[in-house]
C-alpha cells in the first residue's frame, strides 16, 4: 500500500531531523552528515598518480633553495584531481588518504627558474627583468625521485547537488586518460602520469613506510569559500603521520587543521 502524499512529506521531514549541515555559515555547507557521523551527499574517487620527479616545496626553509617535502600535500593532490575534472560552482574536492606507492628517495638539481610571470606577446627576457638585471636565476633543488601516490578523495557538491553524476564524469575523464590540463607534481615541469583506481582498494606498496612528517601544508586557500570566487591567501598546517604508507587527512573544518588566519 503507498503512503499519501502528506504521509511521504511528513516521513521526509523527521528524516531531515536526523541530519544536519557540516556547517551553515559558508559555501561548505553542502556535505550533509548524520548523528552516527555517517556521510551522505558525497561520492569517494580515486586516482593513482606517478612522475620522473617531483617538489612539494616546504614553506619553512625559505624562497632560496626548494626543499621538498617527504610526500604529496593535499594541496597539491587537490590540484591534480582538479586538472582531471574542476567545476568550481558545483563541487569541491576534499582530500581523505594518500597512499606512499614508492620508496622515498631525493635528488639535488640546479634549475633555471623565471623570476616574473610572462603574459600573451610579451615573453620573459632571461637577460632584463623588472626586478633586476636577469629575468631567470639559478636555484638549487632538493627533490623526489619516482614519486608515486594514490589519491582517495570525496566529491562534496554544493547546494545540495547529487554527487552521482559529478563522480560519473569523473571516473569516465580519469579511466580515458582526459584532462583539461596535465598535472604535476609540485611544479609545473614535473609531470605527472594518472589512472583511475578504486578507492575501497588498498594498494599493494614496494616497502612499508612509517614517518612522522612533522608540520606539513594542507593548502593556501580557505576551502570553506567557493573556489570560483576570488579568496584571499589563507594557509594552514597539520600534523602529518604516515602509518604503513597511508597518511590520513583530517576535514578542513576539523580542529587538527591549524589556520594562519585564525
Same mark, same amino acid.
Request: proline share 7%; hydrophobic share 35%; aromatic share 10%.
Given at each position: 500500500?503507498?503512503?499519501? !502524499?502528506?504521509?511521504?512529506?511528513?516521513?521526509?521531514?523527521?528524516?531531515?531531523?536526523?541530519?544536519?549541515?557540516?556547517?551553515?555559515?559558508?559555501?561548505?555547507?553542502?556535505?550533509?552528515?548524520?548523528?552516527? =557521523? @555517517?556521510?551522505?551527499?558525497?561520492?569517494?574517487?580515486?586516482?593513482?598518480?606517478?612522475?620522473?620527479?617531483?617538489?612539494?616545496?616546504?614553506?619553512?626553509? =625559505?624562497?632560496?633553495?626548494?626543499?621538498?617535502?617527504?610526500?604529496?600535500?593535499?594541496?597539491?593532490?587537490?590540484?591534480?584531481?582538479?586538472?582531471?575534472?574542476?567545476?568550481?560552482?558545483?563541487?569541491?574536492?576534499?582530500?581523505?588518504?594518500? +597512499?606512499?606507492?614508492? !620508496?622515498?628517495?631525493?635528488?639535488?638539481?640546479?634549475?633555471?627558474?623565471?623570476?616574473?610571470? @610572462?603574459?600573451?606577446?610579451?615573453?620573459?627576457?632571461?637577460?632584463?627583468?623588472?626586478? =633586476?638585471?636577469? @629575468?631567470?636565476?639559478?636555484?638549487?633543488?632538493?627533490?623526489? %625521485?619516482?614519486?608515486? +601516490?594514490?589519491?582517495?578523495?570525496?566529491?562534496?557538491?554544493?547546494?545540495?547537488?547529487?554527487?552521482?553524476?559529478?563522480?560519473?564524469?569523473?571516473?569516465?575523464?580519469?579511466?580515458?586518460?582526459?584532462?583539461?590540463?596535465?598535472?604535476?607534481?609540485?611544479?609545473?615541469?614535473?609531470?605527472?602520469?594518472?589512472? %583511475?583506481?578504486?578507492?575501497?582498494?588498498?594498494?599493494?606498496?614496494?616497502?612499508?613506510?612509517?614517518?612522522?612528517? =612533522?608540520?606539513?601544508?594542507?593548502?593556501?586557500?580557505?576551502?570553506?569559500?567557493?573556489?570560483?570566487?576570488?579568496?584571499?591567501?589563507?594557509?594552514?598546517?597539520?600534523?602529518?603521520?604516515?602509518?604503513?604508507?597511508?597518511?590520513?587527512?583530517?576535514? +578542513?573544518?576539523?580542529?587538527?587543521?591549524?589556520?594562519?588566519?585564525?
Amino acid at each position: 500500500m503507498k503512503a499519501r !502524499p502528506c504521509q511521504a512529506a511528513r516521513k521526509d521531514r523527521e528524516k531531515e531531523k536526523d541530519f544536519q549541515w557540516t556547517s551553515s555559515q559558508t559555501d561548505v555547507g553542502c556535505l550533509k552528515t548524520n548523528q552516527q =557521523g @555517517g556521510r551522505e551527499m558525497a561520492r569517494q574517487v580515486g586516482l593513482e598518480i606517478w612522475g620522473d620527479l617531483g617538489c612539494f616545496t616546504r614553506p619553512d626553509h =625559505g624562497k632560496a633553495e626548494r626543499m621538498t617535502a617527504p610526500i604529496i600535500t593535499p594541496s597539491a593532490a587537490r590540484g591534480v584531481s582538479e586538472s582531471v575534472y574542476y567545476k568550481p560552482t558545483e563541487f569541491r574536492f576534499q582530500i581523505d588518504k594518500i +597512499y606512499i606507492l614508492n !620508496p622515498v628517495n631525493y635528488i639535488a638539481l640546479r634549475r633555471n627558474e623565471v623570476k616574473e610571470k @610572462g603574459a600573451y606577446g610579451r615573453p620573459i627576457d632571461p637577460t632584463v627583468s623588472e626586478l =633586476g638585471p636577469k @629575468g631567470r636565476t639559478q636555484r638549487q633543488s632538493i627533490c623526489l %625521485w619516482k614519486p608515486r +601516490y594514490k589519491i582517495v578523495a570525496t566529491i562534496n557538491p554544493y547546494d545540495g547537488r547529487s554527487p552521482d553524476p559529478l563522480y560519473e564524469q569523473f571516473r569516465s575523464r580519469a579511466e580515458s586518460g582526459q584532462c583539461f590540463q596535465r598535472p604535476c607534481m609540485g611544479c609545473r615541469e614535473f609531470v605527472a602520469f594518472f589512472e %583511475w583506481s578504486d578507492p575501497e582498494v588498498v594498494p599493494v606498496a614496494k616497502e612499508e613506510i612509517n614517518m612522522d612528517c =612533522g608540520l606539513l601544508l594542507y593548502d593556501v586557500f580557505d576551502l570553506r569559500v567557493r573556489s570560483d570566487k576570488k579568496v584571499a591567501v589563507s594557509p594552514s598546517f597539520f600534523h602529518a603521520k604516515i602509518v604503513k604508507n597511508l597518511l590520513e587527512v583530517p576535514p +578542513y573544518e576539523s580542529k587538527l587543521v591549524m589556520k594562519v588566519n585564525e
